[in-house]
């Protein structure tokens, strides 16, 4: 099993906490509601939400793929950091053992923050991925970071 690693940043004007709660506590009903085309829901299959929660993403119409399968691995609310990986689902492409996300929201000196993403994708063997899909999962982070932005800033209250 091989690993390929990328980092994404992406910057925004909404102060960190308030990201982190969008991003991470909220996003389970917070992303079907603002972006249905990409996340239809999410089930909790097992857990609080907390550490060894799994659930599963159902996706949209707008997605190539059907549903995933993911462990939240850690939770830091006092930190804004949040890991969780892909254990099954179509998003794997059968060429992937899993996919792990760390997240981290940095608190920026202008109000806003840096939301930082590493992905760390775990092949089946010697399979390569090509830059072409990785630019692709980067631009999905970024329009749905951006859309979750675009939804904060309208909606100051939520």
């Known amino acids: 099993m091989g690993a390929i ?4 940043e992406i ?10 709660k ?7 009903t917070l992303i079907p509601k603002i972006m249905p085309q990409a996340v239809k829901n999410v089930e909790i299959l097992e857990g609080d939400g907390g550490v060894g929660t799994v659930k599963i ?3 949209g119409d707008g997605s190539q793929y059907k549903s995933a399968k993911h462990r939240v ?6 930190n804004l950091t949040h890991s969780y990986t892909i254990v099954e689902g179509d998003a794997l492409a059968g060429v992937l053992e899993s996919i792990t996300y760390h997240v981290k929201i940095v608190q920026t ?3 806003g923050c840096i939301c930082k993403n590493r992905s760390i994708y775990h092949t089946k063997g010697d399979v390569e991925i090509s830059e072409e899909k990785i630019k692709e999962g980067k631009e ?4 749905m970071l951006k859309a979750i932005e675009a939804y904060l800033q309208a909606n100051p209250d939520a």
């Open 5 to 8: 690693t990328y980092d994404i």
């Open 11 to 20: 910057p925004s004007s909404i102060p960190a906490a308030k990201m982190f």
């Open 22 to 28: 969008a991003v991470v506590l909220d996003a389970d």
């Open 57 to 59: 993403i159902h996706f």
């Open 73 to 78: 691995d850690a939770i830091d609310a006092e």
């Open 109 to 111: 000196e202008n109000g």
């Open 140 to 143: 999905k982070a970024m329009q």
